[in-house]
């Protein structure tokens, strides 16, 4: 399960990014989080997984309640997959790029090794174990960087604007892929069409705050979503 509750996130500066909001999702959940360009989408996540500070409420993971002394349990709990997939991948191999989060977390090498070609085979990526990020096109990128999340076997997982960059082919590819993924799914995105074909629920963010939490019907609330700045 995934529960925020009463989050509010500020920046250095003092402006607050993220003000009160609050949601759970359980098991096998799948919810969209959109909103305008500024709205606290990212923020939001990288609050979740302890990356910014949050200035009050909670966040509780699989199980870990977010502290300062449970990042990196909370860490292994959930994944979180960057907008650009060059963010993610930094090693020589796909192969490498995906053994680094089991070795971060000490697994063994023969571990390792296992989750890897796990992670490989349930994406249907085997044949780009061997190929360096830099000659992929952007879909096998994002397929490689969705791998080495899943590698670590998070509960949950966190996508910022997964369809970025994609052309029709890997958007549907990707669409695949996400209808099989067991684990609890948070995707921030403007891309609706893609919220349509793999959401059941959707968060409505305005100004950092959480300004509807609705089934499918939200997307045909044209007053909200123009509202939200969509």
């Not at 053994?99 to 990526?125: C, H, K, M, N, W």
């Not at 969705?146 to 949950?156: M, N, Q, R, S």
């Not at 549907?172 to 959401?199: N, W, Y």
Request: charged fraction near 25%.
């Amino acid at each position: 399960m995934l529960m925020v509750k009463d989050l509010t996130v500020a920046y250095p500066d003092g402006k607050v990014a993220v003000e009160g909001v609050g949601f759970t999702l359980r098991p096998g959940e799948t919810a969209a989080l959109i909103g305008a360009n500024g709205a606290g989408k990212t923020t939001l996540f990288l609050a979740i997984v302890g990356v910014l500070p949050k200035k009050s409420g909670s966040v509780f993971a699989g199980g870990v309640l977010l502290r300062k002394n449970t990042l990196r349990a909370l860490r292994a709990k959930v994944g979180l997959v960057f907008q650009n997939p060059d963010d993610q991948l930094f090693s020589t191999s796909v192969y490498e790029d995906i053994a680094f989060g089991p070795r971060r977390f000490g697994y063994s090498a023969e571990e390792t090794d296992a989750r890897v070609e796990e992670a490989l085979g349930q994406l249907g990526i085997g044949h780009l174990r061997d190929r360096s990020p830099l000659k992929l096109s952007d879909g096998e990128k994002r397929l490689c960087a969705i791998a080495a999340v899943l590698a670590h076997k998070p509960e949950i997982l966190l996508f910022d604007e997964p369809t970025a960059f994609l052309d029709p082919r890997a958007r549907r590819s990707l669409t695949g892929v996400f209808a099989s993924l067991p684990q609890i799914k948070l995707i921030a995105t403007h891309d609706l069409a893609f919220v349509e074909a793999t959401c059941s629920r959707v968060l409505l963010l305005q100004e950092g705050k959480l300004v509807a939490d609705r089934g499918m019907d939200l997307l045909g609330d044209t007053a909200a979503l123009e509202a939200a700045g969509l």
